[in-house]
């Protein structure tokens, strides 16, 4: 995630009057995940109960629960495509080979080993609105440069 300094959301964001929930001025940031408020119905579809229920009653859920969530979701799927014959060679040379990952309408693909060097093509523009960050330009990807 790349955050842009605070003195230049004026120039970037439409609302410069919103605050964040600390209470300081907003920034903008780049992100590949989707916002919380479009990936929590893609959660809820293939969990059998959704991280707004598995959290704390009133914990926040956030942009740093969401890039744990989708380490998990690409951890499992390392380990699904490793098999019964599970050891750390066996897990990298899985996670190593070509591997690709990525879940529709909420996080990009990564291509390995590339991305271990490459960051995803991939970005939304995010901002804070009362309290809640909202994507200001919408997702996007173009091709992958590779080094």
């Not at 959290?55 to 495509?81: H, I, T």
């Not at 690709?100 to 060097?117: C, D, F, K, R």
């Not at 309290?131 to 173009?142: H, I, M």
Request: aromatic share 6%.
């Amino acid at each position: 995630m790349l955050i842009i300094p605070r003195n230049w959301h004026a120039l970037l964001s439409a609302r410069a009057t919103d605050w964040s929930p600390s209470g300081s001025r907003p920034a903008l940031a780049t992100t590949a995940m989707r916002p919380l408020r479009r990936a929590r119905s893609t959660w809820g579809a293939e969990m059998s109960t959704p991280i707004s229920r598995q959290s704390r009653p009133n914990q926040v859920l956030s942009l740093p629960a969401l890039a744990g969530y989708w380490s998990a979701d690409l951890f499992l799927s390392v380990l699904e495509k490793t098999g019964r014959d599970l050891t750390v060679d066996s897990f990298l040379e899985s996670a190593n080979s070509g591997f690709t990952h990525s879940v529709e309408g909420a996080l990009p693909a990564t291509q390995w080993p590339i991305n271990h060097v490459v960051n995803v093509p991939c970005a939304a523009l995010v901002g804070l609105k009362d309290k809640k960050y909202v994507e200001t330009v919408k997702a996007s990807c173009s091709s992958l440069i590779k080094p």
